[in-house]
């Protein structure tokens, strides 16, 4: 029998506000010594008033609004009960029935075709405290506890574990475009829990679904995805039974294993959180933040592919992160005054420039050669000062030493030998030295023509014209074949 699988996705989002979600505290808190950024609010003192953070409002209502989402005019909080001592309060503020943003989607690409990803709901809550087991104690940090986190919950949409990778891929960086949050998966800004199921394929029923906790990065989620779909499928066909349980994942062992049996939502005994009103959100408010979104990575897309006839694979790079595809049209409105195109900037971008942020382990945001540095460097292969070899290597001289292109050339006599008549000498050299190359060439074997132009760059340190030097050659050759 075929058996198809069926995947829902919770993701929680810390938000990158400047205070935690009821409380003055700072948010930020990623680096700061344990227990430093905190008040009676997050550490749940009793007795003490939470206070709603409205730049936590705006983030979840711009996220909502780039996935598609309605915008509720009536949300509230609720008390999710829970014990952890991670949890000072014994429950956590979240929002249960009246969920701030309900009824989206996020389009992804599968082969060349687009998939839709219903997002069922997008709520607001509260992160907990951070818990450190050493030995025989545990120690608890309580700087995250109260920051701000989006719980966003897809349909059962997704049928793979590389449609999960897709998914999560694209809401990271619309996240990041938005500006929300960090979205960093490895500091816990962005934590996603896969829920898989596994039904006889065309089945309209919906198999026992498995929850997934921990995974720490897109190609984990794949994996656990990936793994939990063979198992449940070995267990069905072997006549098992699937239990609904929460599994992590063994990192070791690259295997989901048991954590705790599934809670319900009855184990949480929801109720309105009494010491919050409820939001209340106008339509002119929802207008507002709608009008104050940035252009998102689809829309970037397809203006990439139309503005600057890119290639679709190169539109698709450049938009899927805001700071490379800023830096691309900074770099893109500088040089093309200069006669250079924009499939050219974005084939040095993509390769030269990616290349050297790599090897460096740096962000084009903290690149050492700037938008306005590479189109000057552009603008001089373009005019023919040097040529595009001897271009990528003083881009790397730039790199490394933040200097000019300009002052690169000068100072190692780079410039391009263009003139014919300097160039000549070395040509008709070069047909004295390879009598044997010419012979061919002569006798028709016209791809000998490459092997000579590499002899008269090589004589020349690389710094020939090399549309010169071939005009120059054919004209010799073609004059001797004559004689
Ligand atoms: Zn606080």
Same mark, same amino acid.
């Given at each position: 029998m075929q058996y198809e699988a069926v995947i829902g996705m919770e993701v929680h989002v810390e938000l990158a506000t400047a205070s935690k979600m009821f409380c003055g505290c700072r948010a930020d808190f990623f680096g700061h010594d344990p227990n430093t950024l905190v008040c009676p609010v997050c550490m749940g003192y009793p007795g003490v008033l939470p206070v709603i953070n409205e730049q936590a409002v705006e983030y979840a209502t711009r996220v909502g609004l780039s996935l598609g989402c309605e915008i509720a005019p009536f949300s509230k909080f609720d008390r999710k009960n829970y014990t952890y001592p991670d949890l000072p309060k014994g429950y956590q503020v979240s929002q249960y029935d009246l969920p701030i943003c309900r009824d989206g989607w996020l389009e992804v690409d599968l082969d060349g075709s687009r998939k839709r990803i219903g997002i069922r709901r997008v709520h607001m809550e509260e992160d907990t405290a951070k818990e450190f087991h050493t030995g025989d104690s545990s120690l608890i940090d309580y700087?995250? =506890?109260?920051v701000p986190l989006l719980e966003i919950v897809t349909e059962p949409d997704i049928r793979s574990g590389e449609e999960a990778r897709q998914f999560l891929t694209k809401l990271r960086t619309i996240l990041r475009y938005l500006g929300v =949050?960090?979205?960093d998966m490895e500091k816990g800004a962005m934590r996603c829990e896969p829920n898989v199921s596994v039904r006889p394929a065309g089945s309209a029923e919906m198999g026992v679904k498995i929850e997934i906790k921990n995974l720490n990065s897109f190609r984990v989620v794949k994996m656990a995805i990936e793994y939990e779909i063979e198992r449940q499928t070995a267990v069905i066909e072997a006549g098992g039974t699937i239990e609904q349980v929460t599994m992590g994942w063994n990192e070791r062992e690259n295997r989901t294993v048991l954590q705790r049996s599934k809670e319900f939502a009855e184990d949480y005994r929801y109720f309105p959180e009494p010491d919050l009103p409820p939001l209340v959100l106008a339509r002119e408010y929802v207008e507002a933040v709608r009008s104050g979104l940035p252009e998102l990575p689809d829309a970037k897309r397809a203006r990439f592919e139309d503005q600057?006839?890119?290639k679709p694979a190169d539109a698709e790079l450049l938009a899927s992160d805001a700071e490379v595809s800023d830096y691309y049209e900074d770099c893109s409105a500088a040089a093309e005054p200069h006669g250079v195109d924009a499939q050219t900037v974005c084939n040095w971008v993509v390769g030269e420039l990616f290349r050297l942020l790599n090897e460096a382990d740096t962000s084009i945001a903290e690149s050492p050669v700037g938008p306005q540095a590479l189109s000057n460097l552009l603008s001089l292969v373009k005019r023919g000062t040097i040529n595009a070899n001897t271009g990528k290597g003083v881009l790397m001289e730039m790199f490394r030493t933040g200097r000019d292109a300009e002052a690169i050339i000068a100072e190692k006599g780079l410039?391009?030998?263009?003139s014919a008549g300097a160039l000549r000498e070395v040509a008709e050299q070069v047909i004295r030295d390879n009598p044997d190359p010419v012979s061919q060439y002569l006798g028709g074997?016209?791809?000998v023509l490459g092997f000579l132009i590499g002899q008269v760059m090589r004589q020349t340190g690389g710094k020939a014209n090399p549309h010169v030097v071939r005009e120059l050659l054919r004209e010799r050759l073609s004059a001797q074949r004559d004689e």
């Open positions: 700087n995250r =506890s109260g =949050s960090t979205a600057y006839g890119l410039s391009q030998i263009s074997k016209d791809s």
